[in-house]
């Protein structure tokens, strides 16, 4: 599997992560330290405590490190949760409708990480 | 040539970030060209900055972050004089904290996520440009010792106030130390740049009050662009308390000098007059604080005009070398036993002019020299002439100034005048002034003890007009006291004075000093003197001091008079 083959499998943009990181053998090396982030565990124990500031603090640390590893999907998904808990943001989620982007954070975080998997076993 | 790019020191960029990957992100951008230090929340950023306060070029800085956010470091940067000198770019993709962290003082901001690296790449290179630029300006701004401006900037940022805010009409204020180098000679440089620093915040204490700047000009020399002050001898005293306060057990004097603002004037002529009366109060501790004023302009443009003219003065000889007798009061009558050799300037455009309108002019900046060159070579040449003529030689005492001691070449110039002349080192005696040794250097002592071993005789002239104490004169090279004019010029109505002379002339005695009473007018001061065992007498009781010719009359009318008499 090559890195652009992963990027599309787990709905990234390899252009801009190109962009970012200057080479391909860097975008590989960075996207295999994805999955030991810590930042999808944070943004999920979060969800269960629905305490605002530690969903806003994970939701935007996950945010910011999906964007630059040019993980758009999850960036996106993420980012929603960003601007629902930002301080001075009026609520536009329920909590229910909340809990459900974060599992679907979740399912889309668990396909990427078995795709990076996948990627590694072609090395 | 080694261009300056390859001298820099090594650049250290500090990134603060929680996330480890978007750490290694932004090092994988950075590392080719810096040198990397990592920090993942606030407090340790601000400990590697500390650490590093020397190196570090900038700081990528994370805004949200857990246990000390970026806002709270840009907080605590700020308030430090060192940290705040070190550019800060926040990461941020919220532009309300991207302007808030602007406010607080960031640089820049790069957005997140990342953008292209060479973007990146070029942001961190401008500011780091930036930060040194204003770093290298800022250090040629301003005098590392005192923090004030340095003279150039000084100067354009005078001439900046002088032409955008001449409602502030300020006057030029300029101060130095007395006898600065003394003060370095007698307690080390280290001292002496204590003292200059203790002045400089002082100085910018009172800026602190008053509207104005002010420079370290050079050396010891301050210059004060300021608003109009009540009372200047008051500010002068509040410089001068800090420094007693920083050495009590050291003398030092501060001067000052001051113009007032004047309608037309800019900076540089304001302060030109301000250290012209600056330099007025030289040796002046009772009144160390001169304003400026039409007198003092007139007297620098003659200054000026005699500085200019000293060089054609020589060549074209218009100094003339006069004679004053010592006599010998302690024979019966008294007997011609030497004479003193003084400068007149026949300036042909000013006419005579008396060694008090130049000598004090060129012993400020060293010309001197010059001068007592010229009198050394008069008065050598004279005593041979005489010596031919009349058959014996009449010593000439001749002034050697402070600057000539440290001339290397002192020495062996006069050993080569007295051969030139063909004459004993005792036919010309030095007169060396008393300030000058108490201004106490070693080196000058050690000059002026060699010329004694060579066989010349050393007399401190002037003794008494300055503060040298009894105590010294033992420790001094020296063979002759001539006594100060103030002492003789009371001593028949006045006992206290006429008690004075005669103990310095019985210390003296007891020293071996000869000593000279100078400035004797009168029948009555001159049978005081004899009366108190003074030897030697010069002054206008016995003459005037006299052109070589009617010099000349006088020592044959002398030797008629020997002759007729039989003395």
Same mark, same amino acid.
């Given at each position: 599997?090559?890195?652009?083959?992963?990027?599309?499998?787990?709905?990234?943009?390899?252009? $801009?992560?190109?962009?970012?990181?200057?080479?391909?053998?860097?975008?590989?090396?960075?996207?295999?330290?994805?999955?030991?982030?810590?930042?999808?565990?944070?943004?999920?124990?979060?969800?269960?405590?629905?305490?605002?500031? $530690?969903?806003?603090?994970?939701?935007?640390?996950?945010?910011?490190?999906?964007?630059?590893?040019?993980?758009?999907?999850?960036?996106?998904?993420?980012?929603?949760?960003?601007?629902?808990?930002?301080?001075?943001?009026? $609520?536009?989620?329920?909590?229910?409708?909340? $809990?459900?982007?974060?599992?679907?954070?979740?399912?889309?975080?668990?396909?990427?990480?078995?795709?990076?998997?996948?990627?590694?076993?072609?090395? | 040539?080694?261009?300056?790019?390859?001298?820099?020191?090594?650049?250290?960029?500090?990134?603060?970030?929680?996330?480890?990957?978007?750490?290694?992100?932004?090092?994988?951008?950075?590392?080719?060209?810096?040198?990397?230090?990592?920090?993942?929340?606030?407090?340790?950023?601000?400990?590697?900055?500390?650490?590093?306060?020397?190196?570090?070029?900038?700081?990528?800085?994370?805004?949200?972050?857990?246990?000390?956010?970026?806002?709270?470091?840009?907080?605590?940067?700020?308030?430090?004089?060192?940290?705040?000198?070190?550019?800060?770019?926040?990461?941020?993709?919220?532009?309300?904290?991207?302007?808030?962290?602007?406010?607080?003082?960031?640089?820049?901001?790069?957005?997140?996520?990342?953008?292209?690296?060479?973007?990146?790449?070029?942001?961190?290179?401008?500011?780091?440009?930036?930060?040194?630029?204003?770093?290298?300006?800022? =250090?040629?701004?301003?005098?590392?010792?005192?923090?004030?401006?340095?003279?150039?900037?000084?100067?354009?940022?005078?001439?900046?106030?002088?032409?955008?805010?001449?409602?502030?009409?300020?006057?030029?204020?300029?101060?130095?130390?007395?006898?600065?180098?003394?003060?370095?000679? %007698?307690?080390?440089?280290?001292?002496?740049?204590?003292?200059?620093?203790?002045?400089?915040?002082?100085?910018?204490?009172?800026?602190?009050?008053?509207?104005?700047?002010?420079?370290?000009?050079?050396?010891?020399?301050?210059?004060?662009?300021?608003?109009?002050?009540?009372?200047?001898?008051?500010?002068?005293?509040?410089?001068?308390?800090?420094?007693?306060?920083?050495?009590?057990?050291?003398?030092?004097?501060?001067?000052?000098?001051?113009?007032?603002?004047?309608?037309?004037?800019?900076?540089?002529?304001?302060?030109?007059?301000?250290?012209?009366?600056?330099?007025?109060?030289?040796?002046?501790?009772?009144?160390? %604080?001169?304003?400026?004023?039409?007198?003092?302009?007139?007297?620098?443009?003659?200054?000026?005009?005699?500085?200019?003219?000293?060089?054609?003065?020589?060549?074209?000889?218009?100094?003339?070398?006069?004679?004053?007798?010592?006599?010998?009061?302690?024979?019966?009558?008294?007997?011609?036993?030497?004479?003193?050799?003084?400068?007149?300037?026949?300036?042909?455009?000013?006419?005579?002019?008396?060694?008090?309108?130049?000598?004090?002019?060129?012993?400020?900046?060293? %010309?001197?020299?010059?001068?007592?060159?010229?009198?050394?070579?008069? =008065?050598?040449?004279?005593? =041979?002439?005489?010596?031919?003529?009349?058959?014996?030689?009449?010593?000439?005492?001749?002034?050697?100034?402070?600057?000539?001691?440290?001339?290397?070449?002192?020495?062996?110039?006069?050993?080569?005048?007295?051969?030139?002349?063909?004459?004993?080192?005792?036919?010309?005696?030095?007169?060396?002034?008393?300030?000058?040794?108490?201004?106490?250097?070693?080196?000058? %002592?050690?000059?002026?003890?060699?010329?004694?071993?060579?066989?010349?005789?050393?007399?401190?002239?002037?003794?008494?007009?300055?503060?040298?104490?009894?105590?010294?004169?033992?420790?001094?090279?020296?063979?002759?006291?001539?006594?100060?004019?103030?002492?003789?010029?009371?001593?028949?109505?006045?006992?206290?004075?006429?008690?004075?002379?005669?103990?310095?002339?019985?210390? =003296?005695?007891?020293?071996?000093?000869?000593?000279?009473?100078?400035?004797?007018?009168?029948?009555?001061?001159?049978?005081?003197?004899?009366?108190?065992?003074?030897?030697?007498?010069?002054?206008?009781?016995?003459?005037?001091?006299?052109?070589?010719?009617?010099?000349?009359?006088?020592?044959?009318?002398?030797?008629?008079?020997?002759?007729?008499?039989?003395?």
């Amino acid at each position: 599997m090559t890195l652009q083959e992963l990027y599309t499998l787990i709905g990234g943009d390899y252009n $801009r992560a190109v962009q970012i990181m200057k080479m391909d053998r860097l975008i590989g090396r960075y996207i295999q330290k994805f999955p030991n982030s810590g930042v999808n565990e944070a943004l999920q124990a979060a969800g269960e405590s629905m305490d605002p500031v $530690r969903l806003f603090e994970s939701a935007h640390a996950m945010k910011g490190v999906c964007a630059n590893m040019g993980l758009v999907k999850l960036a996106d998904m993420v980012s929603a949760l960003t601007e629902e808990f930002r301080a001075g943001n009026a $609520r536009r989620m329920s909590d229910e409708e909340v $809990r459900a982007v974060i599992a679907d954070v979740d399912a889309l975080y668990r396909r990427t990480v078995e795709g990076i998997r996948q990627y590694e076993s072609t090395l | 040539m080694i261009e300056s790019k390859q001298i820099q020191h090594p650049q250290y960029v500090l990134i603060v970030d929680d996330q480890e990957l978007n750490r290694d992100i932004l090092g994988v951008i950075l590392e080719d060209d810096y040198e990397l230090l990592y920090a993942e929340n606030g407090r340790e950023a601000l400990e590697v900055i500390r650490e590093h306060i020397d190196d570090l070029c900038i700081v990528l800085l994370d805004l949200m972050m857990p246990v000390m956010d970026g806002f709270q470091v840009l907080e605590a940067m700020v308030a430090d004089e060192e940290m705040r000198q070190i550019p800060v770019i926040v990461l941020t993709a919220d532009k309300t904290a991207e302007l808030r962290a602007l406010k607080m003082g960031a640089a820049d901001f790069i957005t997140k996520p990342f953008d292209m690296h060479e973007v990146i790449l070029a942001r961190v290179s401008r500011i780091i440009e930036l930060s040194e630029g204003r770093r290298l300006i800022s =250090a040629a701004e301003h005098d590392k010792l005192t923090m004030l401006y340095n003279r150039n900037f000084f100067f354009e940022y005078a001439d900046r106030l002088y032409l955008y805010r001449p409602e502030l009409q300020l006057d030029a204020v300029v101060m130095n130390i007395q006898q600065f180098h003394s003060v370095n000679e %007698l307690n080390g440089r280290e001292f002496g740049d204590d003292v200059l620093r203790v002045i400089g915040n002082e100085i910018r204490a009172f800026l602190a009050e008053t509207e104005g700047i002010a420079c370290r000009f050079e050396a010891d020399h301050f210059d004060i662009y300021c608003a109009r002050q009540d009372d200047y001898a008051a500010l002068l005293q509040r410089f001068q308390r800090k420094v007693d306060e920083l050495s009590p057990n050291v003398d030092i004097h501060l001067r000052m000098g001051v113009k007032l603002w004047q309608e037309g004037v800019g900076p540089v002529l304001l302060f030109d007059r301000a250290r012209t009366a600056c330099n007025m109060v030289r040796g002046d501790y009772q009144s160390p %604080l001169l304003i400026y004023n039409e007198d003092m302009r007139m007297r620098d443009l003659l200054n000026q005009r005699l500085l200019n003219d000293l060089r054609t003065a020589v060549d074209e000889r218009q100094f003339v070398v006069y004679y004053q007798p010592k006599y010998n009061v302690q024979c019966n009558p008294p007997r011609l036993s030497s004479a003193e050799a003084l400068i007149r300037w026949k300036h042909p455009e000013l006419g005579m002019l008396p060694p008090g309108d130049f000598i004090p002019l060129f012993e400020g900046n060293g %010309l001197i020299s010059i001068v007592d060159s010229y009198v050394w070579a008069e =008065a050598a040449a004279q005593v =041979a002439r005489w010596r031919e003529k009349l058959g014996f030689t009449l010593p000439v005492s001749v002034n050697l100034s402070r600057a000539d001691v440290f001339d290397q070449t002192l020495t062996g110039r006069l050993v080569k005048l007295m051969e030139d002349n063909s004459l004993r080192f005792g036919d010309i005696k030095l007169e060396v002034t008393e300030s000058a040794y108490t201004e106490n250097s070693r080196a000058l %002592l050690d000059v002026i003890a060699r010329l004694r071993e060579i066989g010349f005789e050393i007399e401190m002239d002037d003794f008494g007009s300055g503060y040298s104490s009894l105590n010294m004169l033992s420790a001094m090279p020296i063979d002759v006291l001539k006594m100060d004019m103030k002492f003789v010029r009371n001593i028949e109505h006045n006992p206290t004075d006429l008690r004075l002379v005669s103990l310095i002339l019985d210390i =003296a005695k007891y020293l071996r000093l000869h000593v000279v009473a100078e400035g004797v007018e009168t029948e009555g001061q001159l049978a005081l003197l004899r009366d108190a065992g003074c030897e030697l007498v010069q002054g206008y009781y016995f003459s005037r001091p006299l052109p070589p010719e009617e010099f000349e009359t006088l020592i044959l009318q002398e030797i008629k008079r020997e002759k007729e008499t039989g003395t």
